[in-house]
């Protein structure tokens, strides 16, 4: 350590910073005098103490009875109407702003909490309210406004009327404060709802009118903005008379304040206008709007763009073509506003943006991708690709994060919109994949599986066709996005996205699954150090090995999860094992997982960390509910010695209570049996479903295999045929009858395969129709399958089939008008599958017979 004289001075001015900084604290404690004044008597009770602290104690007590006075309400409410209500009113004549503050939530609280009737609180609690309405504090007047906004919905009308409504005429003079003929305004827009038209045209709208011409450019503003409320209130007819000259008139006052109230008041009640008042009212003022919009009045352009789509698709009725084409123009001009340098008033003088113009440009072009699916109903779905393509390619690739973070979260109702033509913004959901804002991308995903449904389906009107089209560069780019989140500090958004992911079985073929992403979850749940993230990518990891079709992939993957995971050098490899098999319990059947994971989660009873056999405690209950007896006797068996072993040797303490509560649960439980029992029925219907899908998926790898193999044999029996026909052209007659014979094995061979046809067919689209990504998680798809019968065709499996998928060749039918779920056993699909089996072979042996039979004419014609 260097004790030189630079280094001891250093050392002593760091000295003297901490002295500074301790100095406040100091001053901050409290000294025995202020403490013996802060002490109050502990056998008082609390109303007594309430009173005590409102007369005698300091400000910091006072706040803390008037904060504490719901809870004294709900305890004692006659007491403290009678005591502490009074004397609440006399300190907040003079208390400060913290406590106006603090009484002001308490008694809103105390009217949300229903403590007393309505009479009772308007008696008690009105008056209090009506008198610190005016504090000359803005903050505190608008504090208490809230709470009078609040219990006006309560009160009765006479009461409304007498004590709110008559003084409101004096309180709205121009005579009166600014702040009193602000809280007027506010008033009188809430109280429009309360009364009849006749008693709001004699009583409330003078009032209404006089502030609507005050001199004041805020009463103006605030009395427009409640002409909205006021308009509901009288009607149709008096608001064509009387509420729309007034707005009228404010659109042109002098105040860009009241203009912009004025605006966007016009275009809340444009529905209350009819057809007349729109064309030869509204819409000029619109137009005038837009045109000062960007040569005088730029304060209303962020505004304008915001409410642009719902005037646009407002006024759509009485458009004429020039006028939709200027508005569509107007709006695409605002959609890259600020993108290029814009000429000034000036236009020999190019102005410079400022900071501010730049925000408000950027406020703008955000407001256009917010209007963009409104938009798009403006100019019809149909005409996207020609009218606003490029105004959406333009968005898509702003250059300011929040412009293209809208255009993400409402990327979904565009794709709803566009419906058969979908693909035409494929390339844009790539972009907007790959984008250099995490945030982007997290919008992205809250309705990217539905996204990606509409991409791969087309919508209602298109096939398949646009499903080869987007696949290239679509797995690009979810790989991308998924390494974006796995590289950044944004776990949630990496968690989000691994959760989302799950939909991919319906997306891309399990063959593309396999290869891209289902090793890239087995890293993640290696490599990754969070554990909500690791857990995410194991439950997408499980839904990928639910809908692989090749029995080998599947049997790879589950060696890796036991050799890797189950088996680790790593205690929290193996931890992760037991989340997984969790999991798999939940998505696959239960002879699925005890003919895979039961014996490897055994294995970790001996496991030499304490953790590791404490979380496998706590999942020993639903390792033993996926038990059959008799079937599963055997593993019964294995389960009951380790439980046995675990507790004769488990020296850990922690471990072993666990083991001794986990114990008494599993004496507790019954073991589902083979045949149905009514308390597990709905369990054993869902299991039963799993485990037909799962027959189906090795059903239908066994067909493809076959039909390769037939493919195969088919295209040598023609080569043999083409051979013989050239070589034995000469000889006619005997050629014919080969050729013939050939022929006809040849069709024989065919008609073979055509009762495999449905099958292959189905097979195909098994893996990418698994998963419906409009639910969130496979319990969801899982509940809606188990509540619905599904049938299917496909010979060989049996006619009652269960397949929760969405494809065309598994559609949904009801069984029964009643809605019961027909189910068939399970020894009809194995007794059908033998039966196909034992049919194919047939025809198999049919074919080789005669094969056989032309290979003796062949012989024959040689030895003559």
């Given at each position: 350590m260097d004790f030189s004289q630079n280094n001891l001075f250093g050392y002593i001015e760091d000295l003297q910073e901490l002295t500074i900084i301790e100095r406040p604290v100091r001053r901050s404690l409290k000294t025995p005098e202020e403490i013996e004044r802060l002490t109050v008597d502990e056998e008082l009770n609390d109303i007594e103490r309430a009173v005590y602290l409102l007369s005698s104690g300091q400000d910091i007590q006072g706040t803390s009875v008037?904060?504490?006075?719901?809870?004294?309400?709900?305890?004692?409410?006659a007491e403290t109407l009678r005591r502490v209500l009074p004397k609440i009113r006399e300190v907040l004549h003079v208390a400060g702003v913290e406590m106006q503050l603090t009484a002001a939530v308490s008694f809103l609280t105390i009217l949300q909490e229903e403590s007393v009737s309505i009479h009772t609180y308007s008696h008690s609690f009105l008056h209090i309210i009506l008198q610190n309405l005016e504090h000359r504090d803005a903050g505190v007047s608008n504090a208490w406004l809230e709470t009078l906004l609040a219990v006006i919905e309560v009160l009765p009308k006479e009461t409304i009327r007498h004590e709110i409504l008559n003084p409101l005429v004096s309180k709205a003079q121009l005579s009166q404060t600014l702040q009193s003929r602000l809280v007027s305004c506010k008033i009188l827009g809430k109280l429009a709802n309360k009364f009849e038209a006749h008693i709001i045209k004699r009583e409330i709208l003078p009032l209404v009118k006089s502030l609507c011409q005050d001199v004041e450019y805020e009463v103006r503003s605030c009395m427009c903005r409640q002409?909205?409320?006021?308009?509901?209130?009288?009607?149709?007819?008096?608001?064509?008379?009387?509420?729309?000259?007034?707005?009228?008139?404010?659109?042109?006052?002098?105040?860009?304040?009241?203009?912009?109230?004025?605006?966007?008041?016009?275009?809340?009640?444009?529905?209350?206008?009819?057809?007349?008042?729109?064309?030869?009212?509204?819409?000029?003022?619109?137009?005038?709007?837009?045109?000062?919009?960007?040569?005088?009045?730029?304060?209303?352009?962020?505004?304008?763009?915001?409410?642009?789509?719902?005037?646009?698709?407002?006024?759509?009725?009485?458009?004429?073509?020039?006028?939709?084409?200027?508005?569509?123009?107007?709006?695409?001009?605002?959609?890259?506003?600020?993108?290029?340098?814009?000429?000034?008033?000036?236009?020999?003088?190019?102005?410079?943006?400022?900071?501010?113009?730049?925000?408000?440009?950027?406020?703008?072009?955000?407001?256009?991708?917010?209007?963009?699916?409104?938009m798009i109903v403006f100019v019809d779905p149909k005409n996207f690709h020609l009218e606003l393509y490029s105004t959406f390619f333009c968005l898509c690739h702003d250059p300011e994060v929040p412009v293209r973070y809208t255009m993400a979260i409402g990327l979904y109702e565009v794709a709803k919109l566009l419906d058969s033509d979908v693909y035409v913004i494929h390339k844009e959901l790539v972009t907007l994949l790959q984008d250099d804002s995490l945030e982007v991308l997290d919008a992205l995903l809250s309705h990217l599986p539905e996204i990606l449904e509409f991409m791969t389906t087309g919508g209602e009107n298109s096939g398949s066709e646009s499903k080869f089209l987007t696949i290239p560069d679509l797995i690009p780019a979810l790989t991308t996005a998924e390494q974006r989140a796995a590289t950044s500090l944004k776990w949630r958004t990496h968690e989000k996205l691994l959760q989302k992911y799950a939909c991919l079985p319906h997306i891309?073929?399990?063959?593309?699954?396999?290869?891209?992403?289902?090793?890239?979850?087995?890293?993640?749940?290696?490599?990754?150090?969070?554990?909500?993230?690791?857990?995410?990518?194991?439950?997408?990891?499980c839904v990928y090995l639910r809908y692989n079709r090749k029995q080998e992939q599947r049997h790879e993957v589950i060696q890796k999860l036991i050799e890797q995971l189950g088996q680790g050098k790593s205690y929290w490899n193996r931890l992760r094992f037991l989340d997984t098999c969790e999991f798999i319990m939940e998505l696959f059947s239960k002879s699925f997982f005890c003919k895979y994971f039961f014996l490897p989660v055994l294995e970790l009873t001996h496991d030499p960390v304490a953790n590791v056999r404490m979380k496998l405690c706590y999942l020993l209950p639903k390792v033993k509910s996926t038990l059959k007896v008799p079937t599963d006797k055997h593993l019964l068996q294995q389960l009951e010695l380790c439980i046995r072993k675990l507790l004769c040797q488990e020296k850990d303490k922690d471990v072993l209570t666990i083991v001794k509560r986990t114990v008494l649960e599993l004496d507790r439980m019954e073991i589902s049996v083979d045949a149905f029992q009514k308390r597990f029925y709905e369990n054993d219907l869902l299991d039963q479903e799993k485990e037909r899908e799962e027959q189906l998926l090795l059903e239908m790898e066994q067909l493809e295999k076959e039909k390769q193999q037939n493919e195969g044999r088919s295209t040598s029996i023609s080569d043999k045929i083409f051979e013989k026909k050239r070589r034995d052209s000469k000889t006619s007659t005997l050629s014919k009858s080969i050729s013939l014979s050939v022929s006809g094995s040849s069709s024989s061979a065919s008609t073979s395969k055509e009762g495999k046809k449905s099958k292959l067919v189905r097979s195909q689209s098994f893996s990418t129709q698994a998963l419906h990504p409009k639910y969130g998680n496979i319990d969801k798809c899982s509940n809606k399958s188990s509540a619905t019968g599904y049938t299917s065709s496909i010979p060989g499996v049996g006619k009652a089939s269960m397949l929760p998928f969405s494809d065309d060749s598994f559609r949904t039918r009801s069984s029964n008008t009643s809605g019961n779920v027909v189910f068939s056993s399970s020894a009809t699909v194995a007794t059908a599958s033998r039966s196909t089996t034992n049919s194919i072979d047939q025809k198999n042996n049919g074919t080789k017979d005669s094969q056989s039979r032309k290979m003796s004419l062949k012989n024959r014609k040689s030895n003559s």
């Open positions: 008037v904060a504490n006075l719901p809870v004294l309400m709900r305890q004692n409410p002409l909205e409320h006021i308009a509901q209130g009288i009607g149709t007819e008096l608001t064509k008379n009387v509420v729309l000259p007034e707005l009228v008139e404010l659109a042109r006052d002098e105040g860009s304040s009241v203009r912009l109230a004025a605006f966007e008041t016009l275009v809340n009640l444009l529905e209350m206008f009819d057809a007349d008042d729109r064309s030869q009212t509204v819409l000029p003022l619109v137009k005038s709007f837009c045109e000062k919009s960007f040569k005088v009045d730029e304060s209303i352009l962020v505004s304008l763009s915001f409410h642009l789509g719902k005037l646009c698709n407002g006024l759509y009725g009485i458009f004429t073509p020039e006028q939709h084409l200027r508005f569509l123009e107007f709006y695409k001009k605002l959609c890259t506003l600020g993108l290029q340098q814009e000429n000034g008033h000036n236009d020999n003088q190019i102005q410079l943006q400022t900071l501010e113009q730049e925000k408000k440009y950027i406020s703008v072009r955000k407001n256009c991708a917010y209007n963009f699916p409104a891309i073929s399990s063959d593309q699954i396999y290869y891209r992403f289902l090793h890239r979850m087995l890293t993640i749940i290696m490599t990754n150090n969070v554990l909500p993230v690791q857990k995410a990518a194991a439950r997408t990891l």
